[in-house]
């Protein structure tokens, strides 16, 4: 950004892959004499080191090559840095967002501050586990100079950030552990979320000091040691990002205001995969809870399913509930807010309602309008199900043409179920389908049984 945003604002994280980027630190007390344009690059492009290789490398050699290239002219071999500074890098995979990493380097030697994420007894962890049972983030900062009384417990805010595109984004106020001691932690857990629940459906809410992620996705913790204006860090946790006091403001004359004094943590949240490329575990069961690859016309027939990271509780026993997205529309024909991104049929007509993608239906398509389909079904095999004209409100097949008289409710399951779920059990043949909800066999067990 090349505008008059001003300095000590706090950092902003985006995903951006164009290389005219820059960070505008006009503000900056370090700048020499006579320079005038004082934006630094703010995106750099590593090459692959060979063929096939999977190696990124930027090489820069020394520290007067690395101002040269943030810069961008020759005159920058002739800066200065400040001793103390902190260079920050971030690297997220295009092609996978939850695959992200973080490095700093520190200009000289100094007290800096270090931040740690924890277990509940202090000791830095690497995994971390998505649940309310699982006591959620610790968050552990060192220091010195946050002291400032030393009669008191003084208080540092951290930024917890899951980068991933729709995850959450935090500003947390944790305490000083004992008078006098520099050393400051989360004395309970900062509950970690899904995104997503398995009951109630879409719950990401920012500044509510709750952080909601997905499975194997990366969360950091930023420290900078600076002091933040009052009115900011009354507001925070409030659940209202758009108050105008998120992220917190920095308070420039404060007596603490060491802007360059930043430090990191980061862990990857676990994950389970219920079909890891080789191994799917899902599989039907018989009235007996055996595994069968065939069942008779007469007989029961159960899914169950291993997924144990939707173990969130350990001291519970779960439900994973067949229509988890409760936002979505019951009809094919209503329109879905919030309606950007559009799903639309490829051939639909101009008029057609979009879908939202987390609310439509995972066989959805549009269509529904003169001169369009009534078939929203993307799965049962070409003809295999013949179309037929739909029983007002009693439909129970996909592919039904559109009925006569008022409701009528395309493609719901036998027992009139919209199709907006997605657990279900289907037979493509016929084109019959039912809902289906997944309970855990027992506490903690991390295996799922229809009921």
């Given at each position: 950004d090349t505008g008059t945003l001003p300095f000590d604002e706090p950092i902003r994280w985006y995903n951006i892959y164009s290389t005219d980027r820059y960070m505008s630190y006009d503000g900056a007390l370090w700048w020499p004499v006579g320079v005038t344009d004082r934006t630094i690059r703010a995106v750099m492009f590593l090459p692959e080191t060979s063929v096939d290789s999977g190696i990124f490398e930027l090489n820069l050699g020394n520290i007067e090559d690395f101002q040269e290239y943030l810069f961008g002219t020759a005159d920058?071999?002739?800066?200065?840095?400040?001793?103390?500074?902190?260079?920050a890098f971030y690297y997220i995979d295009p092609n996978d967002f939850d695959d992200m990493t973080l490095a700093v380097m520190r200009l000289g030697n100094g007290p800096y501050s270090q931040t740690f994420i924890t277990d509940a007894n202090g000791i830095p962890v690497e995994e971390v586990r998505i649940g309310a049972g699982w006591g959620g983030l610790y968050i552990r900062v060192y220091d010195a100079d946050a002291n400032v009384e030393a009669c008191c417990q003084d208080k540092v805010v951290v930024h917890i950030c899951d980068p991933?595109?729709?995850?959450?984004?935090?500003y947390y106020i944790i305490d000083e552990i004992?008078?006098?001691?520099?050393?400051?932690?989360?004395?309970?857990?900062?509950?970690?979320?899904?995104?997503?629940?398995?009951?109630?459906?879409?719950?990401?809410?920012?500044d509510d000091w709750r952080v909601q992620a997905f499975n194997e996705d990366t969360i950091f913790v930023r420290y900078n040691s600076v002091d933040y204006e009052q009115e900011s860090l009354n507001a925070l946790g409030d659940g209202n990002p758009n108050d105008g006091f998120f992220p917190p403001r920095i308070n420039e004359t404060a007596a603490r205001n060491q802007y360059w004094d930043v430090s990191f943590a980061k862990v990857k949240v676990y994950d389970f995969q219920v079909f890891d490329g080789t191994t799917h575990h899902m599989r039907f069961l018989d009235g007996q809870y055996r595994p069968v690859t065939q069942i008779p016309l007469s007989g029961s027939l159960y899914l169950e399913v291993t997924d144990l990271d939707q173990n969130e509780h350990p001291g519970m026993r779960e439900l994973i509930f067949g229509g988890w997205n409760k936002d979505a529309a019951t009809v094919d024909d209503v329109a879905r807010n919030p309606v950007t991104p559009p799903i639309l049929s490829s051939s639909a007509p101009t008029g057609d309602q979009p879908?939202?993608?987390?609310?439509?239906?995972?066989?959805?398509?549009?269509?529904l309008t003169d001169g369009g389909s009534?078939?929203?079904?993307?799965?049962?095999?070409?003809?295999?199900?013949?179309?037929?004209?739909?029983?007002?409100?009693?439909?129970?097949?996909?592919?039904?043409?559109?009925?006569?008289?008022?409701?009528?409710?395309?493609?719901?399951?036998?027992?009139?179920?919209?199709?907006?779920?997605?657990?279900?059990?289907?037979?493509?043949?016929?084109?019959t389908w039912e809902r289906m909800d997944l309970r855990e066999t027992g506490v903690g067990t991390g295996v799922f049984r229809s009921t």
């Open positions: 920058a071999r002739n800066y200065r840095f400040p001793m103390g500074r902190t260079f991933h595109n729709e995850d959450d984004s935090e004992s008078n006098d001691s520099g050393i400051f932690f989360s004395q309970s857990g900062i509950p970690l979320l899904p995104v997503w629940d398995a009951v109630a459906g879409y719950q990401l809410v920012f879908a939202n993608e987390d609310s439509a239906p995972i066989w959805w398509r549009g269509g009534g078939d929203s079904d993307l799965m049962t095999p070409a003809g295999a199900v013949a179309d037929r004209t739909a029983v007002i409100g009693t439909d129970p097949w996909l592919g039904s043409l559109p009925g006569v008289g008022t409701p009528v409710e395309y493609d719901v399951s036998i027992t009139r179920i919209p199709e907006t779920v997605k657990v279900f059990m289907w037979n493509a043949q016929r084109g």
